[in-house]
């Protein structure tokens, strides 16, 4: 079967690091992606692993595992603005995005 | 990459009509375009595959004569909810694919069905 797992919640400070996790396990697996997600509003495109090893593109990086089917995203220097959720999606063999449940980033002063 | 227009950001409707939400591709002719529609604190699920010119492939469980989905052109697909209810009261956005690994989204519209 597919599926996407990812913490619900996470809490951080201000100024901080913090990583994200999501494990998957997806038939034909041609990537994964992590997306931003602001309250109300649609998701915006953060990061895309096809192979394995950190892909580092300012505050923000993304690792990947093919072996492990694990990939994480590492958010540096934390802002108030990073409050928002965070969601995880590997990509099938059809090229289809299958979808985490997101994780909730809150950042606290 | 590609600039997807989705209309109207939020609808409140009463409980048996019917709602039109539109997806349009300003600037990329997108043959295939993806609705979705996503509740509180929850994933985005995938509802229906819309194919310009041709019937869209709707995923398990999404009612074909609920859901309408007209793709008409490169540019835009519509979405019409037909006899609401609160049930039915979601996220719903559209997304483009321009390409095997891209994909841009729409706004989003929040339908409220009272």
């Known amino acids: 079967g597919q599926n996407i797992d990812q913490p619900t919640e996470m809490t951080a400070t201000e100024g901080a690091i913090v990583q994200i996790n999501c494990t998957y396990q997806t038939s034909g697996f041609n990537g994964l992606f992590w997306y931003q997600q602001h309250a109300g509003e649609a998701p915006t495109f953060l990061s895309y692993?096809?192979l394995d090893g950190l892909e580092e593109k300012g505050r923000f990086s993304s690792f990947l595992s093919r072996s492990k089917g694990y990939s994480y995203l590492l958010l540096k220097e934390l802002q108030m603005k990073d409050s928002a959720s965070y969601l995880c999606?590997?990509?099938?063999?059809?090229?289809?995005?299958?979808w985490g449940a997101g994780t909730k980033l809150i950042i606290k002063p | 990459g590609a600039v997807v227009s989705q209309h109207p950001s939020w609808v409140i409707c009463k409980s048996g009509t019917s709602v039109k939400i539109e997806c349009r591709s300003l600037d990329f002719q997108a043959t295939t375009m993806f609705w979705y529609r996503q509740f509180p604190k929850q994933s985005l699920m995938l509802m229906a595959t819309?194919?310009?010119?041709?019937?869209?492939?709707?995923e398990q469980g999404v009612e074909k004569d609920k859901f309408l989905i007209n793709h008409a052109s490169l540019t835009l697909s519509t979405l019409t909810v037909t006899s609401a209810h609160p049930e039915d009261s979601s996220f719903y956005i559209c997304?483009?694919?321009?390409?095997?690994?891209?994909?841009?989204f729409g706004s989003g519209t929040r339908l409220t069905v009272v």
């Open positions: 692993n096809v």
């Open positions: 997304s483009v694919r321009e390409s095997d690994y891209g994909y841009t």
């Open positions: 999606a590997s990509m099938d063999s059809n090229y289809q995005l299958i």
């Open positions: 819309s194919n310009e010119g041709s019937k869209a492939t709707y």
